[in-house]
């Protein structure tokens, strides 16, 4: 498999973004009127996506599970002054990470199929999203990372603004605010890293994984304290990212007020970038730090299960409780990365993937709900079970695959999180895998209530007794997430074998840096 | 002065010659053919201006070079400022006919006005004495005195001339005397002589030097609007034409940064100087770094509660001016040239779009007038968001880029400016909330009603072309700008390296 695959990847979606806007020119001056043309952007957008994913599975041929180094590489200096290099490729770790990506943006684009006003703006938002977040994944040279982490925010500043409820311009701009504080004091920390590695090696480069070698191979040697500022910088950014608690208050907001499309991306895309940020570049680069921080972090992670859980349980707005959960189940992600056992971060991984599938899918449940009802209040439904069933049986076993039911993909995650968690060396574990399965708990909890009263018992208020049957539409953007939940929890090693490398090689960086500090 | 060998090398100031005599040209054209003249004097201005760039584009294999015993100075920093000069006039003359129209204002005098202004752009460039510094200075102001209150009928205008000629004779008064006093101090006002005498430590009245160079940072600080000095800044932008306010806010400050690098980083840029010299240098670093933090704090905060967007916009070149001293501070000409170049193209093209939504007499300037005209003019508001995402350092901008080269070369100089470094960092978390506001109102916010889609002429869609483009070009392939502005550095550090 040609390693410009990766380049190409990353980059058609953009291409189909300037498709919709030239073919928007071109047909407006031909004279047609808008309404003729719109649904022509969403299938252009449609098409584009799903070409990108099948192009990202092409990933799969080219990758070997078995190397730690980024592979399917295309490496070409970019900006010669500054020693920028234009250098992606794919590892164990943003493999799937890609995938997710590309598997859940055609069912954003279909979640936001009911739009009718400036829809091939939408389009054009979110596909040059997918390219930022595709090159967020892919990016193997600090520059190019910072580059696409902020191009991230510009599109969906604007899904949020433009096209989100009734509070949508203080959503929007806290969101960008929060995300810019964050990413600002990592570009710090990024120069900082980058002066430092040149000062002790005497290349110019933004190379993380030749600037991660230096650092493990004891080239480039930072002090101590040094090392804690730079740690603090980066994981600030991640941490507002995910959002770790007490940074997440941003993410309700945007949630409750993002359209559904851009909620699913939201989820299921953008938090995963602060995880993938997390073991990337804090725990490699400064595992010494990581692990003096560990028990600190690990608490704000467990502190944020059970928060996000019990501020979940009293939601009457389904869509904060899917956000609060968000928050809970990004702690638990969190705790397995901090515990640095193999098993807690397989699973942090995979449960970064069950995460933005499972709760991808409830926001497009929750989202069906609302085009039909204009409100998300669970005390506006009640049995609507009785007049869909599809949806309910779909809805159904999301919600489980959320909290964790066997044979569905959240329970292999979670389970392989706590089991990490309990063998970790890190102080106060044990305690923390103890709170972190009350989470667990108290997210079957909120969830199967939530489920009881929205779809199950009597019909309580005759605007339900009309509901429509799921459409087409809805029935495909729904059944690949469920189809993927299934498959993942069957057959784990499926997904897992290719990442255990690279995940391990991690851990071991931190283990043995571990170790020789406590020596 | 060597008055034997004078080198009069009349192609070294060729650039100079264009626009000066293009500019006496346009008044006789202005005379002659009355009517043709709204035509003309455009196409006469652009061509003049696109041969300066040619002119300067041929001096290049002539680079390090002297002369006019000294007076001229035919290096890097000069070419690649005089480069930049000349494309901010050509995109403010672009803009021009379109605003003369508009407001149906006499052409001639105007574009005869731009180009003696870029005449003494270019004189400030490429002077190496402070007396071609102060000439070059005078010459561009006074031109753009009389272009800030060009629309005569308008009380704003005429306030905002008259303060902006006020304050600054104030400050070219202050540059002045600082230059005599040094004169008195040294011996000598060529730049590179000041330097060798202040590394020979042969300065004759110490403490006239030291007041002489306080005085000058003084004036120089006026004309590039950093705080404490800045104080004129938003009545006078806001006042001026819309296109005016452009102009004072790219050229001139690029071409003053020329100056002020040429005498400070050069003349003054002296730092293990016995005496006297060495403690200038520690002296105006010292300064410099506290204004270049109070100017970007302040402007940033105060920006914060602006309403109208030319307010806003002075307050933050108030701002951009804090970091490129950032720049200035690493006494390399690279980080504030590359910085003066993304500023001014955003710059440019923010001003651009604001006069374009303004309508007569600059009556839509509130950002509440932009109400939801995001869908109506996407082309000018997606642009306008471009620019202010520019400035908020967000990437793939040059503004991104800019920043990150000025907090890049900062960071690797000297530990002293990693705390400025992160002051800038704040300060551009701070500034990102009011670059966000015109986007929030024009993209968010239910549409305003009376809303006119603004007019666009040929010439200004290519002149908003040229900054959108410029604008993403830069934020992704810096390689051209840097490899031009790394080519060499100021005498200063050569030397330093030398020894």
């Known amino acids: 498999m040609s390693s410009s695959i990766v380049t190409i990847t990353t980059f058609f979606p953009t291409l189909g973004a300037i498709v919709i806007m030239l073919y928007s020119i071109i047909q407006l001056r031909r004279g047609k009127s808008r309404e003729e043309i719109r649904p022509h952007y969403r299938w252009i957008a449609f098409i584009v996506s799903m070409i990108t994913f099948v192009l990202s599975l092409g990933f799969l041929l080219g990758f070997d599970g078995n190397k730690t180094e980024p592979q399917l590489v295309t490496k070409v200096m970019w900006i010669q002054e500054l020693g920028v290099q234009y250098y992606i490729g794919v590892d164990g770790i943003s493999l799937w990470l890609v995938l997710l990506t590309t598997f859940l943006v055609p069912g954003a684009v279909m979640a936001s199929w009911t739009f009718a006003k400036r829809v091939h703006e939408l389009m054009i938002f979110i596909l040059i999203l997918e390219t930022g977040m595709i090159g967020v994944f892919v990016s193997f040279d600090l520059f190019l990372f910072y580059l696409f982490w902020e191009i991230v925010l510009i599109p969906m500043y604007f899904l949020i603004g433009i096209y989100g409820g009734e509070n949508r311009i203080y959503a929007a701009v806290k969101f960008v605010v929060y995300t810019v504080v964050g990413s600002l004091l990592m570009l710090v920390a990024i120069i900082a890293l980058y002066y430092l590695n040149t000062q002790a090696t005497g290349v110019t480069t933004f190379d993380m994984v030749e600037i991660t070698n230096n650092i493990t191979a004891g080239k480039l040697v930072i002090a101590s304290n040094f090392q804690w500022w730079m740690w603090l910088a980066f994981a600030l950014a991640f941490f507002i ?62 502190i944020g299960i059970v928060y996000g859980a019990l501020v979940a349980m009293v939601q009457p707005d389904m869509k904060k409780l899917v956000a609060y959960s968000s928050v809970s189940h990004m702690g638990f992600i969190v705790l397995g990365i901090f515990a640095f056992t193999d098993k807690s971060m397989q699973g942090a991984l995979y449960q970064m993937l069950n995460h933005g599938i499972s709760t991808g899918a409830l926001f497009l449940c929750v989202g069906i709900l609302y085009d039909r009802r204009h409100t998300r209040e669970i005390e506006e439904f009640g049995g609507v079970a009785q007049r869909m069933p599809r949806y309910s049986t779909m809805f159904l076993i999301t919600a489980m695959s959320s909290l964790g039911l066997p044979l569905l993909n959240g329970f292999v995650g979670e389970f392989l999180i706590l089991l990490g968690t309990f063998s970790s060396t890190v102080p106060y574990a044990k305690v923390y895998a103890v709170v972190g399965g009350i989470g667990v708990v108290l997210s079957a909890v909120y969830l199967l209530w939530m489920l009881q009263r929205v779809l199950f018992g009597q019909i309580t208020k005759h605007e339900n007794e009309e509901l429509d049957h799921l459409s087409i539409r809805e029935r495909f953007s729904l059944m690949p997430p469920v189809a993927m939940a299934v498959i993942m929890g069957v057959t784990p090693m499926l997904f897992l074998k290719a990442s255990y490398n690279s995940v391990s090689n991690v851990s071991a960086i931190v283990e043995s840096q571990a170790s020789r500090a406590a020596k | ?296 704090t302040f402007g940033n905060i105060v920006a914060l509660a602006q309403r109208n967007m030319k307010r806003m916009l002075a307050y933050s070149s108030i701002a951009h001016g804090g970091y490129t001293l950032i720049g200035f501070l690493t006494t390399e000409y690279a980080p504030v040239g590359f910085y003066m170049l993304t500023y001014a193209l955003m710059s440019l093209g923010a001003f651009a779009i ?129 490899r031009i502005l790394q080519q060499k550095a100021p005498a200063a550090q050569q030397i330093a390296i030398q020894k």
């Open chain 2, 354 to 482: 604001v006069q374009m939504l303004a309508r007569q007499g600059d009556a839509k300037t509130e950002i509440s007038d932009y109400a939801g005209i995001g869908f109506e003019v996407p082309n000018l508001s997606f642009a306008l968001a471009l620019f202010m995402l520019g400035m908020a350092g967000i990437p793939p901008t040059a503004g991104f880029m800019g920043k990150f080269y000025v907090f890049k070369s900062a960071w690797a100089s000297s530990p002293n400016l990693r705390w400025l470094v992160i002051i800038a960092i704040v300060n551009s978390i701070i500034s990102v909330y009011y670059y966000l506001y015109p986007i929030v109102v024009m993209f968010f916010r239910p549409q305003a009603e009376g809303f006119i889609k603004p007019r666009l002429t040929a010439m200004a869609q290519v002149a908003l072309d040229i900054t959108i483009i410029g604008t993403l070009y830069f934020g992704l392939f810096p390689n051209s700008a840097l």
């Open chain 1, 241 to 302: 990212k995910v959002p770790l608690w007490p940074f997440h208050t941003w993410l309700p907001d945007a949630h409750t007020e993002a359209p559904t499309g851009a909620s699913v991306i939201l989820a299921g895309v953008l938090l995963k970038m602060g995880t993938y940020g997390l073991m990337r570049f804090n725990l490699p680069m400064f595992p010494e730090v990581s692990y003096q921080a560990a028990p600190w972090v690990m608490l704000l992670a467990v």
């Open chain 2, 1 to 296: 002065m060597q008055f034997s060998n004078l080198n009069l090398d009349y192609f070294s100031i060729l650039p100079e010659i264009i626009t000066a005599v293009a500019g006496v040209l346009l008044m006789l054209i202005d005379a002659f053919a009355k009517k043709g003249g709204r035509k003309i004097g455009p196409i006469f201005s652009i061509v003049s201006l696109v041969a300066t760039g040619v002119a300067i584009v041929a001096l290049w294999p002539r680079a390090n070079s002297t002369s006019f015993a000294g007076m001229i100075v035919n290096d890097h920093l000069r070419l690649y400022f005089a480069l930049v000069v000349v494309v901010c006039s050509i995109i403010a003359t672009l803009m021009a006919s379109q605003f003369l129209d508009d407001e149906a204002l006499p052409p001639g005098e105007f574009y005869a006005l731009m180009m003696f202004a870029t005449t003494g752009m270019l004189m400030m460039a490429s002077a190496g004495d402070l007396v071609m510094v102060f000439l070059g200075l005078e010459t561009s102001s006074i031109a753009t005195y009389v272009m800030a209150g060009y629309r005569r009928t308008d009380l704003r205008a005429n306030e905002s001339s008259l303060k902006y000629f006020l304050l600054g004779s104030f400050s070219a008064a202050f540059l002045l005397y600082g230059m005599a006093l040094t004169y008195g101090a040294t011996g000598t006002t060529n730049i590179e002589a000041i330097r060798q005498v202040l590394m020979a430590g042969k300065v004759i009245y110490p403490q006239m030097l030291l007041v002489g160079g306080a005085m000058m940072l003084v004036g120089f600080g006026f004309k590039i609007a950093t705080a404490p000095f800045h104080l004129w800044t938003p009545d006078v932008y806001e006042g001026a034409p819309t296109l005016v306010t452009a102009i004072l806010a790219t050229g001139p400050k690029v071409a003053v940064f020329a100056s002020f690098l040429r005498v400070f980083a050069e003349g003054f840029g002296a730092p293990n100087a016995p005496d006297v010299g060495g403690q200038l240098h520690d002296n105006w670093i010292q300064a410099l770094a506290i204004m270049a933090a109070i100017g970007m």
